[in-house]
């Protein structure tokens, strides 16, 4: 016999308890977000060279950033992960103890 599941019990079975944030799930979504917005940001500037954005603001993120090569490449990646973990390091505990205070 097949049992389903509605939508309403599935989201409840993969949300942390009382509404807590898990650093791990928020740590990779974050990380996946800023790859992919990297990625965005690398792609328009290989394909729309003439677009008038400045990558200035790259350089507070990406010591030495001087224009995009394999090693920028790979900074850039290694920059998205670690601000990644570190926002949702910072965010999740921070989260988690006004959600708490504020349910007191």
Do not use: K
Not at 63 to 75: E, M, V, Y
Not at 76 to 86: D, N, P, R, T
Request: proline content about 5%; hydrophobic content about 50%.
């Amino acid at each position: 016999m097949a049992t389903s599941v509605t939508q309403s019990e599935a989201d409840v079975s993969v949300r942390p308890r009382g509404g807590r944030l898990a650093i791990g799930i928020v740590g990779m979504t974050l990380c996946a977000f800023f790859i992919t917005t990297f990625a965005v940001c690398v792609a328009g500037y290989i394909l729309l060279p003439s677009v008038p954005i400045t990558h200035a603001a790259l350089s507070l993120f990406l010591p030495n950033f001087s224009g995009l090569d394999w090693r920028t490449i790979f900074a850039g990646l290694a920059a998205s992960v670690f601000w990644g973990w570190y926002v949702a390091a910072l965010f999740c505990p921070l989260y988690n103890f006004f959600s708490r205070q504020g349910r007191q």
